[in-house]
């Protein structure tokens, strides 16, 4: 099974181009723009938003997603560790899927 995060990323990618080509379809363009496209209004607006709101908002997004997330100084050299012995494994042979079940991470704290 794929992690969630590489699943929302390749979600979010494909979105990506769906958002630009409804931007300049609001903008009155019926392709993508060109060096060679005239000025069109609207097309500093769109500029701002996709690439200063829209960013500036999946930043904020992402703050508040990390509200619940402990990650502390101990809990970091623990996962350091696990997965150093899952690499050394890893090297000497081992699959990852069996590096993966002797040596399991603990879950977070709360969960």
């Given amino acids: ?20 080509g409804v931007a300049v379809t609001v903008i009155g363009l019926d392709a993508l723009p060109t060096k060679t496209t005239p000025y069109t209004p609207g097309m500093n607006m769109v500029v701002i938003i ?11 997004l992402t703050l508040w997603s990390m509200t619940g997330y402990e990650l502390d100084g101990e809990r970091v050299r623990e996962i350091q560790e696990v997965n150093g012995k899952r690499k050394e494994a890893v090297a000497a042979g081992m699959t990852i899927e069996e590096a993966m079940e002797k040596y399991p991470s603990r879950p977070a704290k709360g969960k």
Avoid: E, H
């Fill in 50 to 60: 996709l690439f200063c709101v829209v960013p500036m908002c999946a930043w904020a």
């Fill in 1 to 20: 099974m794929l992690p969630a995060a590489w699943s929302t990323n390749k979600l979010v990618s494909s979105l990506s181009a769906t958002v630009v």
